[in-house]
C-alpha cells in the first residue's frame, strides 16, 4: 500500500477541494456553439445532468455525451446528480434528433448514455440500437461509445443494445462490492460483472469506471481490477467522487493524485489493456483514446 498524505478530516467535513481538483468555468466560442446545438435539440447531456466537471474543457473542444430515453431515471444511487422519479414516455424520434445533432457539431467520437429505464420491457434497448443506427448513417466517419445501464439481466435487451455498430460499449461498476449497498442499492455488483462479461463474449470493446474516495481502501480497488480483468474488462477509468448535493453521500476522502497514478499502473499489471485515472476523470473523459484499444 502507497502510504501518501490526504487531505484531513476538518478539510473534507467543510467541502473544501484541494487545488488538484479545480476546474475552469465553460467559457468560448466552441462551447457555446456547443451549448446551442443542446438546446436547440432539445437533448439531454450527461454533461449537465451529472454536474460533469469536465463539462467546460469537452464542450470546448465541440464533444459532448448525449443522454437518450429522457433525464429522469427509475432509481435512487446516493451520488447521482440526475433526477429519480416515474420517466414520462420517451420520444421515438430522438435517435434521429441526436444524430442530426452529432452530425451538425461535427462530432469525431460520440458518446451516448442513458438513465435506468426499468418500466420498459427492453430497458430502452430499441431506442439504444436505432440511435447507434441513426448516428452511423448520419456520420459514418463518427466513431461511438455506449455507455448502458444495468438491464437487471435482460441479456436480450443487451444485445439489443451493443448491435448498432458502436465501437465501445461501456458499464459502470461505480464503486467498490463492499459499497454497493450504501452507493447503489438497486444493482448488484456481480450482475453488473457479469453483463460485461456477456457483452466480451459478443465481441465487443470492453469499458468500466469506478469512482474513489467514498470510503474504500486501496485492497477493495484491487479487487475490482481483478474481478473486472477476470469478466474481460478492456477499458477501466477512475476518478474522485465528488458529492453533488448535501443530500447524496458524502465524500469520505479526496484522494491524492499519486494514487491514482498507482491505480493506473496496478490496473494494468492486473490485466487491463487500459487504465485511465485521475482525480477529474470520468466515464467519457478522453474517450476517443479508447476506440483503438485493441481487444
Known amino acids: 500500500m502507497i502510504e501518501l498524505p490526504v487531505i484531513s478530516e476538518e478539510q473534507t467535513k467543510k467541502r473544501t477541494k484541494p487545488n488538484w481538483l479545480r476546474v475552469k468555468l465553460p467559457v468560448g466560442h466552441e462551447y457555446k456553439r456547443v451549448r446551442n446545438l443542446v438546446d436547440k435539440y432539445k437533448l439531454n447531456t450527461i454533461c449537465e445532468s451529472g454536474n460533469c466537471p469536465n463539462m467546460g474543457e469537452c464542450w470546448g473542444a465541440g464533444t459532448a455525451t448525449f443522454m437518450i430515453l429522457g433525464n429522469v431515471c427509475t432509481r435512487s444511487c446516493s451520488f447521482c446528480a440526475v433526477a429519480t422519479g416515474r420517466p414520462p414516455e420517451y420520444d421515438e424520434d430522438e435517435p434521429k434528433r441526436v444524430a442530426e445533432a452529432i452530425k451538425l457539431m461535427g462530432v469525431k467520437h460520440a458518446v451516448l448514455t442513458s438513465v435506468n429505464r426499468d418500466e420498459l420491457k427492453d430497458r430502452g434497448a430499441e431506442i439504444w440500437y436505432q440511435t447507434v443506427v441513426e448516428t452511423k448513417k448520419a ?46 442499492p438497486q444493482a448488484k455488483y456481480y ?29 477493495d480497488v484491487f479487487k475490482v481490477m481483478d474481478d473486472c480483468a477476470e469478466h474481460g474488462l478492456d477499458i477501466l477509468t477512475i476518478g474522485q467522487y465528488l458529492q453533488p448535493t448535501k443530500m447524496h453521500i458524502e465524500v469520505a476522502e479526496f484522494v ?37 484499444v485493441p481487444i
Open 139 to 184: 456520420s459514418p466517419e463518427t466513431t461511438i461509445e455506449t455507455l448502458i445501464p444495468d438491464t437487471k439481466g435482460n441479456w436480450d435487451a443487451l444485445y439489443r443494445m451493443i448491435e448498432g455498430g458502436q465501437e465501445v460499449v461501456s458499464h459502470n461498476i461505480e464503486t467498490v462490492e463492499r459499497l454497493y449497498r450504501r452507493v447503489r
Open 191 to 219: 450482475r453488473s460483472l457479469e453483463q460485461i462479461q456477456k457483452t466480451k463474449e459478443a465481441g465487443m470493446r470492453t469499458k468500466s469506471g469506478i469512482m474513489v474516495g467514498l470510503g474504500e481502501t486501496q485492497e
Open 256 to 292: 491524492h493524485p499519486d494514487v491514482f497514478e498507482l491505480y493506473r499502473e496496478e490496473g494494468l499489471k492486473r490485466g487491463l489493456k487500459y487504465v485511465e485515472s485521475g482525480p477529474l476523470v470520468r466515464s467519457s473523459y478522453h474517450a476517443e483514446r479508447h476506440v483503438n
